[in-house]
């Protein structure tokens, strides 16, 4: 069993970046592969970035490509989110998630381990 914490939340302006980092413990982060969802007040978590075990293979949603890049240090145990021209509508709870499958999954039911997310906030 894995265990994961985000850290790197917070508030920032729009337009502004945030680096969120997602550390574990428990078990070496190389094996599984690794996804970032979010969830706004009031709306179902959904999907943000995703990125295989060797780090190979990324997967961005619709709503965050170009602006968001999920990357990994599989020495430093950890994965990231990087997030630059960041808009309102990007404020939610983000989490990190891990999965021992091998094909990318874009929905929560494909992931196994769940950190207990942290907040961003965008203002306008």
């Known amino acids: 069993q894995v265990q994961l914490v985000e850290s790197g939340g917070g508030l920032v302006q729009a337009g502004g970046s945030l680096r969120l980092s997602c550390a574990a413990s428990?078990?070496?982060?190389?094996?599984?592969?690794m996804g970032w969802f979010r969830q706004a007040p009031g709306k179902e978590r959904e999907f943000v970035a995703a990125i295989t075990r060797s780090g190979t293979t990324r997967y961005n949603a619709d709503s965050v490509k170009g602006r968001f890049t999920i990357s990994r240090d599989n020495a430093k145990n950890t994965v990231y989110l990087q997030m630059n021209s960041l808009k309102p509508e990007d404020t939610a709870v983000y989490y990190c998630?891990?999965?021992?499958?091998?094909?990318?999954?874009?929905?929560?039911?494909?992931?196994?381990?769940w950190g207990q997310g942290i907040q961003v906030t965008v203002s306008s």
């Open positions: 998630a891990s999965t021992l499958r091998i094909v990318l999954g874009t929905t929560t039911a494909q992931y196994d381990y």
């Open positions: 428990g078990r070496t982060l190389l094996s599984y592969a």
